[in-house]
C-alpha cells in the first residue's frame, strides 16, 4: 500500500514537471513593443466568423495605431481605423475602440518572424506578419 502511495505521487509529480517543461514562454509586454512600434502587422484570425476582420495595423512610437480592416478572407476596400497601445503590468495592450478585440495578451514570434497573439485561455488564434515601416501609408 504505502509503495502504491509514493509510486502514484511519483507519477503526479513527473507529470506536473513534464507539463511545465512544455509550458508556453511569451514575451515580454516590452519586447513586444520593440518588434511592433515603428512596424505594420498584418493579422489573419486561424478561423473565420462573426466580427473577425483581416487587417493591418501601424504603430507609431508615441502609442498611436493606425490600421485598415476588410472582412476574413475577402478581396475588397478596406475601412480605416484608430486606437492606442501600452504596456500595462508586463503585457503589450491594444485599445482599439468597441467592436475589435482590445485588451492585454500574450505572444510568441516563431523562427519566421511571425507573432503569435494568444486569447486568455492560451489558444493562439492571430498570427501577425511584420513588415518594416509603414508600407501601406496608414
Not at 509510486?7 to 514575451?27: D, E, H, P, R
Request: glycine letters at 14%; proline letters at 1%; aromatic letters at 10%.
Amino acid at each position: 500500500m504505502k509503495s502504491t502511495s509514493v509510486l502514484t505521487t511519483g507519477c503526479i509529480l513527473a507529470s506536473m514537471l513534464a507539463g511545465s517543461a512544455f509550458a508556453q514562454v511569451y514575451m515580454a509586454g516590452e519586447d513586444v513593443a520593440k518588434v511592433v512600434t515603428g512596424n505594420t502587422i498584418e493579422g489573419r484570425y486561424r478561423e473565420c466568423g462573426v466580427g473577425r476582420n483581416d487587417f493591418r495595423e501601424y504603430y507609431d512610437q508615441e502609442g498611436l495605431i493606425r490600421g485598415e480592416e476588410r472582412a476574413c478572407r475577402m478581396v475588397g476596400n478596406w475601412s480605416q481605423y484608430s486606437g492606442h497601445w501600452e504596456v500595462k503590468d508586463g503585457k503589450f495592450c491594444v485599445l482599439l475602440g468597441s467592436g475589435r478585440d482590445n485588451g492585454c495578451f500574450d505572444y510568441t514570434i516563431d523562427s519566421k518572424g511571425t507573432l503569435h497573439r494568444y486569447n486568455e485561455k492560451g489558444v493562439s488564434e492571430v498570427e501577425f506578419q511584420i513588415y518594416d515601416g509603414n508600407p501601406n501609408h496608414l
